[in-house]
């Protein structure tokens, strides 16, 4: 463990990280949601920098997301539905052959079709909220 960070190493062997503070921005219980998802995990990104604000109690960032609707909850189900499809389309850019070509049955991409949708209504919430903080940056500009 780094800086109270689990994961962060190179093969199981844990380095020095040269940013100290990282807990106090990204929070232990996010780091090791994201780590499921990902597989091996050896950086601190900014997913888990938003995570981390949004969960931050006394934090003036952690306030601004909340008050602009932004809730940890929906920001973990978010970031974790998004790095869920990256990670399937590394998979299958990976491959050379989009699935449907790699003889994919029909039972698959029904599959595939109702988890794209469980994605999308998932996703909504946050879509929907990153458009009304849009929509009030502009109107401050």
Do not use: K, W
């Amino acid at each position: 463990m780094v800086g109270g960070l689990p994961g962060i190493g190179d093969g199981g062997n844990v380095v020095p990280s040269r940013h100290p503070g990282l807990e106090a921005v990204t929070g232990q219980p996010g780091v090791d949601r994201l780590r499921v998802v990902g597989g091996v995990f050896t950086y601190v990104g900014c997913e888990h920098l938003l995570l981390g604000l949004v969960a931050e109690p006394d934090g003036v960032a952690g306030q601004v997301l909340r008050g602009l609707g932004a809730e940890p909850r929906l920001a973990r189900r978010a970031v974790v539905a998004a790095l869920a499809g990256y990670v399937h389309l590394r998979g299958e850019a990976q491959q050379g052959t989009p699935a449907a070509q790699a003889g994919q049955t029909a039972g698959e991409s029904a599959v595939q079709a109702r988890l794209t949708a469980a994605i999308r209504q998932e996703l909504q919430p946050f879509v929907q909220r990153l458009e009304r903080l849009e929509e009030r940056l502009s109107q401050d500009a």
